[in-house]
Structures are given as C-alpha cells and as structure tokens.
C-alpha cells in the first residue's frame, strides 16, 4: 500500500480520519500494517498490500493476522473483537463476498466476458474519457476486466472491491502494466471507506444489478455522489429488462448465491435520480445491459 492511498481513505463506520501503522514493508510501501481511527479506536487490517476496511456488520475474520501480529497490536492499543455474525442484507453481501473469492479464477476465463468487452469496453473508456486530470474510482473492480483502460486515461485510479481473491487477481494481471498507478481497497460499496469530494469520475461497471436491495443501492448512489467533486461524473451500467432479456428471470441468484436484479429504464432511471442529474443513457448496451451518465445533485 502507498502512503499516497491515505489522502483517499476514511473510516467506514463513521467517516473519521485513518493513520497508518506499518508492521512491515516492501520498496517503500506497507505490506502489513493497520489502519487506526485514532478517535474512536477502530482498526482496519493492511496485508500484503491491501487494506482491508468494512464497517462492523461486515467485518471478515481478523483472527490469523491478530495472531501473527498480536504483540504489534498491543503495543499500539488494537483491541481484536471476533467478526460479527451477518444477518439480513449484510447476510447476502456476506455470501456474495464468498462466492466471488471462490468464482474469481473462473470469471478471468468466461469467453462471454471476453467478447462482450469488444462492444461494451470502448463505450466504458469514452464515457469516462472527461475531466482527464482527475482521479478516477472504479467501484467494483473485479479482476480487472477495465482497470487498465481507466488507468490509460486517469492520473491514478482507485479500484475498490468486495473480494479479496478478485483484487488479488486483478493487482497481479496489471502489475507494472498500467498507465497510471492503481490503489486498490478491499470493502463494500455501500460503505465505501472514501473521503467527500476526491474524484471527478465514477466507474461502476456491472456491479450495481448485485446489490442486494434498493436500500442498499440507494446507499451506494449516496456515497458515489458523496465521493465526486461537484461536478464530476458517474457512469453506471446494469442488467436490463427489456426486449430480448425478458426470456430471462427478472430477479433471482446466480450460482453461489450471487443476487441480480434486472432494470426496466425507469426502474433504473427513478434510482439514480435520487442522488444524480441523467445527462445520457443508454438503454440497450451489448444486448444486456442499460447505461446511465450522470451527475451529482
């Protein structure tokens, strides 16, 4: 982890500044270390290079790093709770979370991917092609199927992600590749661990049909428009329900227990104009997708 990811990051659980703590590094960045809220005490796991930060409901399982840590801990006052049982939405996300770590090898190799990127990735890349000297956020980052085009035409990019497998993957397809530098952040997207105001573009790409409910994704807009500057842009793309995708389940899982939902135009556009202005959209893109360009309220 580079220092310069702190001047993006901030708590999840209540927004608060964040100091780190090195326990080890490598080529002048954090390998291992934590990430302190010094006013209310909370940490947040750093390993090999990837902080780690969800808010308490989300929390995963900290015991194999507090145990190889534990004296590191104490010395700087990190009390280790076990993670909390997840219930309701937070169970979904939960599982979902699960299912991508497991299906991150298998993603990398769907043929259907590979070629819906040939309609889909220049559409993404020309959306996001404005405000050229400002950060850009990839919210759901995945493996990496896009974070290399962003990284072409951003100064840096921040790429957050719910699985740690996909982030792994994705840091390692794109090491010393990319154009730009790339910081990536393992949490959830409808807690996003981010300051106000630090990006003149959102990429959310594909993400969004899995959010388990409209609260939650109501919540995500929420932070996407918290995070840009005045007038920066989101893209948003998702499942749609319309002409030939109606032979399909409008809602439902997929395999894992991976929630989707598919969005009819109004559907789509009544959420993202609580938080945003729909400057253009995109109702039919490669078939099974529907795509929103929009900007902050």
Not at 5 to 25: Q, V
Not at 92 to 117: G, H, N, P, T, V
Not at 202 to 208: D, E, K
């Amino acid at each position: 982890m580079q220092d310069r990811l702190l001047n993006f990051l901030s708590d999840p659980n209540d927004g608060g500044s964040l100091e780190l703590h090195a326990f080890s590094s490598h080529l002048g960045q954090t390998r291992d270390g934590v990430l302190v809220n010094p006013s209310s005490g909370r940490w947040y796991v750093v390993q090999d290079g990837i902080p780690t930060l969800f808010a308490d409901g989300l929390r995963p399982d900290d015991s194999e790093f507090v145990a190889r840590y534990e004296n590191k801990l104490r010395e700087i006052g990190c009390e280790f709770k076990p993670a909390p049982p997840k219930d309701g939405d937070f169970a979904r996300i939960e599982s979902e979370r699960r299912a991508r770590d497991e299906q991150a090898q298998d993603y990398d190799a769907m043929w259907s991917l590979k070629a819906l990127s040939l309609f889909e990735n220049p559409v993404y890349k020309k959306a996001m092609s404005v405000d050229l000297d400002s950060p850009l956020l990839e919210a759901g980052c995945g493996t990496g199927r896009l974070t290399a085009i962003f990284a072409e035409i951003a100064p840096e990019v921040v790429a957050v992600d719910m699985s740690r497998e996909s982030i792994v993957r994705n840091r390692a397809r794109h090491f010393a590749r990319t154009h730009h530098p790339v910081h990536y952040i393992h949490a959830d997207l409808t807690h996003m661990p981010l300051q106000s105001k630090k990006f003149g573009r959102c990429a959310h790409a594909g993400v969004y049909e899995h959010i388990p409910s409209r609260e939650l994704r109501l919540q995500f807009l929420e932070h996407a428009q918290r995070v840009l500057t005045d007038d920066g842009t989101l893209m948003l793309s998702a499942y749609r329900y319309g002409g030939l995708t109606k032979i399909w389940e409008k809602q439902g899982e997929h395999e894992g227990g991976i929630p989707f939902f598919r969005f009819t135009e109004d559907e789509l556009k009544a959420e993202v104009e609580e938080y945003f202005r729909i400057e253009d959209f995109r109702e039919n893109l490669a078939i099974y997708m529907s795509m929103v360009v929009a900007k902050p309220l």
